[in-house]
């Protein structure tokens, strides 16, 4: 789990506006554990995905906790559309087991009215229920990032293909984004919290179209389809000064580093290598620079399936091993981009010829 530093300003921000009113110190640290409780909440709700995904084979590298809210970086999202819609709901779901569970502490559910008291010190517990169910209601709302956007997405996929239900829910999230902005301007009351959310939605349902296009453009290719098969590797006794040479005398931008028995230890990408020579100097072992890969691909992988590693893994590269670990190739975001942009402009010189 992740904590932005931004949510340590946010805290920051609640705690001295809390010292600014009649109560003090008391209000202040009453506003501060209040939303260190609501995230709390919100934590448990990103666990909900995580543990529904975990049941799907789908591990969860991180979480980070966000002044906006949390998010839970899977490693993929389930292709089976009730898959993903198991996933999306269960963090909506903690909630709902979270405000039920005040209500029953509580002996009975607080009106509607509580909205009012938002401000007011007390209360915390019925608050705190009302902020459960508030989640609950925001995430439901039909638009990616929220769960409701990909419980949309998950639906639309039962009855037509997943990357038309892809487009469809994105449209109807940026549709609701810019609603949003135009109500706020009509009305003459432009809220900056929500005229964020309604950006962040526009933008993140883009994303979301795109990143499934990219992978709809992939179907029926291979790694080793899209593969670096011609690129330099670096020696064990290898210094940072070679690969300099390396990288000054061509294209290549990330470069294997093997051991005596022709394994690769690790790959040591531009930047990483720019600063340890800042650091270091020429005359640095490479071998001391590397950056492991834990993940690695095979050429007869899916490109699908090899990108999502890619998009999660640490380093800008993965090797491609073959059946005894060789090393016989590299993927990068660069080469399977050139791939994709070569397949679509032959796939256009079919349609017109």
């Not at 529904?52 to 590298?61: H, L, S």
């Not at 179907?219 to 690969?243: I, K, S, Y």
Request: charge should be negative; hydrophobic fraction near 50%.
């Amino acid at each position: 789990v992740r904590i932005h530093v931004t949510f340590f300003i946010l805290l920051l921000f609640v705690g001295l506006t809390g010292l600014q009113t009649g109560q003090g110190a008391e209000s202040a640290v009453h506003a501060v554990l209040f939303i260190c409780t609501m995230f709390f909440c919100v934590l448990l709700h990103e666990f909900g995905h995580v543990f529904a995904a975990r049941g799907y084979g789908i591990r969860t590298p991180d979480i980070t906790l966000l002044p906006i809210g949390g998010i839970a970086r899977l490693e993929r999202m389930p292709r089976k559309p009730y898959e993903e819609l198991v996933v999306a709901i269960c963090g909506p779901l903690v909630n709902v087991i979270i405000a039920a569970a005040i209500g029953l502490v509580l002996g009975s559910i607080p009106p509607f009215e509580i909205l009012a008291r938002l401000e007011q010190p007390g209360q915390f517990l019925e608050k705190l229920m009302l902020w459960n169910m508030l989640m609950v209601a925001f995430n439901l709302i039909p638009a990616f990032p929220m769960d409701g956007g990909r419980m949309l997405r998950a639906l639309l996929a039962m009855v037509t293909e997943y990357g038309r239900a892809t487009r469809w829910a994105a449209s109807i999230g940026q549709g609701f984004a810019l609603l949003t902005v135009l109500l706020m301007i009509t009305s003459g009351h432009i809220n900056p919290m929500w005229l964020l959310i309604a950006f962040f939605i526009f933008i993140a349902a883009g994303q979301e179209a795109s990143a499934v296009s990219q992978q709809e453009a992939t179907r029926g290719l291979r790694v080793r389809d899209a593969m670096l098969t011609e690129f330099h590797t670096l020696p064990p006794h290898a210094v940072l000064q070679d690969a300099v040479d390396l990288l000054l005398a061509g294209t290549q931008q990330d470069f294997p580093v093997m051991d005596e028995s022709g394994h690769m230890l690790g790959i040591l990408p531009r930047q990483h290598l720019i600063a340890t020579l800042a650091a270091h100097g020429p005359a640095y072992p490479a071998a001391d620079s590397v950056q492991p890969c834990p993940e690695s691909v095979t050429p007869a992988m899916s490109l699908s399936e090899a990108m999502d590693r890619l998009h999660s893994s640490p380093c800008p590269a993965l090797p491609v091993l073959d059946s005894l670990s060789n090393l016989v190739g590299l993927l990068t975001t660069e080469n399977i981009g050139e791939t994709l942009m070569v397949r679509a402009a032959l796939r256009k010189g079919r349609e017109q010829g």
